[in-house]
């Protein structure tokens, strides 16, 4: 699975390594984007966010969100379950722990599930 795959595609599955990867990816582009809209955006300017900074948090707004759902549905997928299980996350505390649990530390279904094939499976 390539990068653009991973981070902008709802479809398929991903093992725990690409769902780590991914939310590292994710990690580190909110902290550039975070650092670009205080920085360059004026965001903690006594006068408020200037164009730029609206500019920049909107990008970070949207591909934020479109890449960590985009990860997070696959890896649902992987474990059989439908994207909609991560409206769990919106569960103060229990929805921390749902993700870190089912998404992040419990493997996948061995075998083809209704998302497609095992993506952990070896090529022979």
């Given at each position: 699975m390539n990068l653009k795959s991973l981070l902008f595609n709802f479809q398929g599955r991903i093992g725990r390594g690409p769902f780590w990867i991914g939310t590292l990816i994710l990690i580190a582009f909110e902290v550039v984007m975070m650092t670009l809209v205080i920085t360059i955006g004026g965001g903690q300017a006594a006068s408020g966010p200037n164009a730029i900074g609206i500019v920049l948090l909107l990008v970070y707004v949207v591909f934020?969100?479109?890449m960590g759902l985009a990860v997070d549905i696959k890896r649902c997928h992987d474990?059989?379950?439908s994207?909609?299980?991560i409206l769990i996350m919106l569960i103060p505390l229990v929805g921390f722990f749902w993700w870190l649990i089912n998404l992040g530390i419990l493997?996948?279904?061995e075998g083809e599930n209704r998302f497609g094939p095992n993506p952990e499976a070896k090529q022979e």
């Open positions: 934020g969100i479109w474990r059989g379950q994207g909609w299980w493997a996948g279904d």
